[in-house]
């Protein structure tokens, strides 16, 4: 909600990455089922969704983190540097 997208539009941003055109990413960063076949959202964008996975070689259980709606026109969410991060 504090995003701006709807239960309904989640639900379909989740039932769109787990397609079965997604093809599976597993970086040094993330693990990522990113669908490449565009859909219309609800403000007629055309969007690529992503879904992130919490999967780490310590913590190999592909939990469903967070879904992405690559291309809906909205800034992606930067985490700020912390300290030691500069």
């Known amino acids: 909600m504090k995003d701006g997208y709807s ?3 989640v ?5 769109s990455a787990f397609s079965d055109a997604s093809v599976v990413d597993f970086s040094t960063s993330s693990s990522v089922m990113r669908n490449p076949n565009q859909r219309a959202d609800h ?3 055309l969007v690529n969704d992503e879904a992130v996975f919490e ?3 310590r913590y190999p259980y592909a939990d469903l983190y967070s879904v992405i709606p ?3 026109g909205r800034p ?3 985490k700020e540097k912390g300290p030691l991060e500069e």
């Not at 639900?11 to 039932?15: A, M, S, V, W």
């Open 11 to 15: 639900l379909e941003q989740i039932q």
């Open 55 to 57: 999967c780490t070689s």
């Open 70 to 72: 690559r291309g809906d």
């Open 76 to 78: 992606g969410v930067r």
């Open 43 to 45: 403000k007629g964008n």
């Open 7 to 9: 239960i309904d539009q």
